[in-house]
Each structure stands twice: as structure tokens, then as C-alpha cells.
């Protein structure tokens, strides 16, 4: 399929994969459905075999979860992700007539849920690195695909939005910081929720 290309597409070439993109004029639901939910499958999988069988360090020592654990924050997390870039798009989308974004309802909404879905794609790929899940090393990749990410979403919005590159500046500073507020919100859920008992169980 045609929309699967685009994957490599914005590895290869960005600027003629984001004009390809906003060629395509598909529904937003069919670009985030065949997608983000066989994307976020990465982390989640990849995850869940590295905490249980090689283990991570913690205070020194060789950590690993327990199956059961490791499955539900697995599960947890998978719908998180999805949640999460459909409501980036959402945000991107409603704040696409603020910044003088043309087109109808259903072309806006497919141009900010593809910029969410394509952006958010270089850390669901480097999120296999979890496979074996050494701190730094992560933190490596993860940012690395993170940077990555951004010069997307910067580079994107001008081409997929149709703007001038200062309105498309400003579009993109605001959309980046929804996605770092997202982001932390969704840190602060998880230590309410481990603070309320449901969290790693480790392996004796």
C-alpha cells in the first residue's frame, strides 16, 4: 500500500515524502489505523522481552519484571501511545484555524492527524532498542529519534499545512509544546498510578 511507503519515505526524503502525504488526501482515520496501532506494537513488544528476560540495572543490580507485571504495563502503555498521537492530531487539528491553516474539516483533520502520525513514527521504530534496555543507550536512541521527530515536524508543517515558513515556525513551536505537555502529563499519571500499587512487580 501506498500510505505504508511513507514510512521510509520521511527517512529518505522528507521534504518529497510530506508533499506526497498531503497529495494522498485520505481520511484521518485511515491514516492513523494503519499505522500507529501496528507502530506502537515496537515498544510495547520489545519492552515486555527485555524487562523479562535480559533485565535492566537498578540501584546496581540486574532487575527483571515479572511476565504478569511486564504484560499489563505493556498493555497500559500500548493504549497510551495510541491515545496519545490521536489526540496530538486532535490538538493539531484545532489549532490549525488559528494559525490560518486552508482547506475544509475533513482535509485539516487528515493533514494534522498524518503530521501526528509521521512525526511520532522515527520513536515507535527506535523504540526497539528497549529489546535490551541499558539506560543510556536508550536515552541515546529515544533522543536521537526525538531530534529527529522535531526537525520533522518543523519541516513538515509548511509543506503538509501549505504556509509560509514563519506562520508554519510558530504552528510548529505550538504543536511541540503540546507534545512536551503530553508528555509530562502522561509522566505524572504513571507515579499516581504506581503510587496507588499499580506498578513494576520484580522477579526474586
Known sequence: MRILSHT?????????????????????????FSHVPFLALIPCIAGYVGVTRFGFELGGH???LTP????????????AMLIGVYLLGEFINWMAKSYGVEGDEPTRHYEGTALAVFVTTPIFLASIVVLYPHLWLTVLVVGLAGAYSIYLMFEGIPILMNMNKDRAFLYACAVVTVALIMMVTVLIGSVILWSMGIGPVYQH
Open 62 to 64: 540486574l532487575t527483571k
Open 68 to 79: 504478569a507485571s511486564a504484560g499489563v504495563l505493556a498493555v497500559v502503555t500500548y493504549f
Open 8 to 32: 521510509i519515505g520521511i527517512f529518505t526524503h522528507p521534504d518529497r515524502e510530506w508533499q506526497a502525504i498531503r497529495s494522498d488526501k485520505h481520511s484521518f482515520k485511515q491514516v492513523f
